[in-house]
């Protein structure tokens, strides 16, 4: 069982960077994969960013250039650096892990493990 603590979610202005943190109780590495998912409200989930246990990143196009997905092994977290926010960014943010072995999708999974979520709330 792994859990998953997500963290650094807050109130920031229009053009301002947030780090969004992922702590796992257990090594990173035992997941094929570790991924970033937002959800805003009345919207699906969708997703946002992606890490490979090889170190493969992988990140949406709506993001891309402005979202940094990266990992600290020896701390068991996982990293989304937001910077150049827009008011459409705003969602909660969520961590997720994907399981030991097998097939694993960065954008589709299987993610068998979720955070709890963080808000992110830019403003203009």
């Known amino acids: 069982q792994v859990q998953l603590v997500e963290s650094g979610g807050g109130l920031v202005q229009v053009g301002g960077s947030l780090r969004l943190s992922c702590a796992a109780s257990?090594?990173?590495?035992?997941?094929?994969?570790m991924g970033w998912f937002r959800q805003a409200p009345g919207k699906e989930r969708e997703f946002v960013a992606a890490?490979?246990?090889?170190?493969?990143?992988y990140t949406s196009d709506s993001v891309k250039d402005r979202f940094t997905i990266s990992r600290d092994a020896a701390k068991n977290t996982v990293y989304l650096q937001m910077d150049s926010l827009k008011p459409e960014d705003t969602a909660v943010y969520y961590c997720?892990?994907?399981?030991?072995?097998?097939?694993?999708?960065?954008?589709?999974?299987?993610?068998?493990?979720w955070g709890q979520g963080t808000q992110v709330t830019v403003s203009s």
């Open positions: 997720a892990a994907g399981r030991g072995e097998g097939y694993y999708s960065p954008r589709y999974g299987p993610y068998d493990y």
């Open positions: 257990g090594s990173i590495f035992s997941s094929n994969g």
């Open positions: 890490i490979r246990r090889s170190g493969v990143t």
